[in-house]
């Protein structure tokens, strides 16, 4: 019974650690991704939102915390991989390619985030 208890504690320190590093590595580069997204939202709707009546602005403020949420639940997709990886032989190297998955996923929501900002009738 023992035996059972420390494997299971055992299980769970190593769970706990794995949580631990993914947390302190992708949410330092949260804000990283944010600020990239921010400035791609400035350039495009800056001017449009600054010289907007209070109505329109209200409007572009919630249209912006919309996709904001949703940019920041697309960023959590990082941790499952993260964990998964971290579960796999591949461990140490994954540690040092991670920043690929962090790059090519602030550029994927890049490319999403110019998409939808520079439809028609967006701006």
Do not use: H
């Amino acid at each position: 019974m023992s035996e059972a208890r420390a494997e299971k504690q055992s299980l769970v320190a190593v769970l706990g650690a794995r949580l631990r590093d993914a947390f302190g590595y992708w949410e330092r580069r949260r804000i990283v991704y944010n600020g990239v997204l921010a400035v791609l939202v400035v350039a495009c709707w800056g001017a449009e939102i600054a010289l907007a009546r209070p109505i329109g602005w209200l409007g572009a403020v919630v249209v912006l915390m919309f996709f904001a949420a949703i940019a920041n639940a697309l960023y959590c997709v990082a941790y499952p991989i993260d964990l998964v990886f971290q579960s796999t032989p591949w461990q140490s190297s994954w540690r040092r390619f991670r920043w690929l998955l962090f790059v090519s996923g602030t550029g994927l929501a890049s490319v999403l985030a110019l998409w939808i900002m520079l439809r028609p009738g967006m701006a």
